[in-house]
């Protein structure tokens, strides 16, 4: 399952998350590690576009958490990508307030409860920023292979060429 912020605003437009110039890009991504759109549950934090474009405030958030919850309730996902320092936080800090930046996040696999996270850069990220690309490369390879891990096939990449990232047990997802 990957989850976003918000939806932007041909998402908004058309009800459906990560279709525009962004969700172009999330569709390489996918392709690159040998998954389909089809394959992966897609979600974002808040159900509709924040104002300018702006992030999602607390009441934003709090009406639209019951809607998140129930989408993991029923997807019950194996593995969350999550695409950015927005969805990040929600997804392992909750409610808090605590927020960390996304390079403190990154290189890590969150795991509760059978369950496992992991956070990359937002897709529109990488259109305004070319230096995230190695970095999200590396992400999306450990998520696949942890994949691969969970459903028992072999790995896509080989090991020598994908980072180690620690597991750390007991966050909040």
């Given at each position: 399952m990957l989850i976003g912020e918000a939806p932007g605003f041909d998402e908004d437009r058309l009800g459906r998350p990560f279709v525009g110039r962004s969700g172009q890009k999330l569709d390489q991504i996918i392709s690159a590690i040998g998954f389909r759109r089809n394959d992966i549950y897609v979600?974002?934090?808040?159900?509709?576009?924040?104002?300018?474009?702006?992030?999602?405030?607390?009441?934003?958030?709090?009406?639209?958490?019951?809607?998140?919850?129930?989408?993991?309730?029923?997807?019950?996902?194996?593995?969350i990508l999550a695409l950015g320092r927005f969805a990040a936080n929600y997804l392992l800090q909750g409610q808090s307030g605590e927020t960390k930046t996304l390079k403190a996040m990154r290189q890590k696999i969150y795991q509760n409860d059978g369950k496992y996270c992991i956070c990359t850069y937002h897709p529109s990220a990488l259109l305004r920023t070319t230096e995230y690309r190695q970095p999200v490369w590396d992400d999306v390879r450990v998520l696949r292979n942890l994949y691969d891990h969970l459903v028992k096939q072999p790995a896509t990449f080989t090991s020598s060429d994908v980072p180690k990232y620690p597991v750390l047990p007991e966050h909040s997802l």
């Open positions: 979600a974002n934090v808040v159900k509709c576009r924040p104002p300018e474009n702006r992030d999602p405030d607390p009441k934003e958030i709090s009406t639209c958490s019951q809607f998140l919850q129930r989408q993991l309730a029923l997807v019950r996902p194996d593995i």
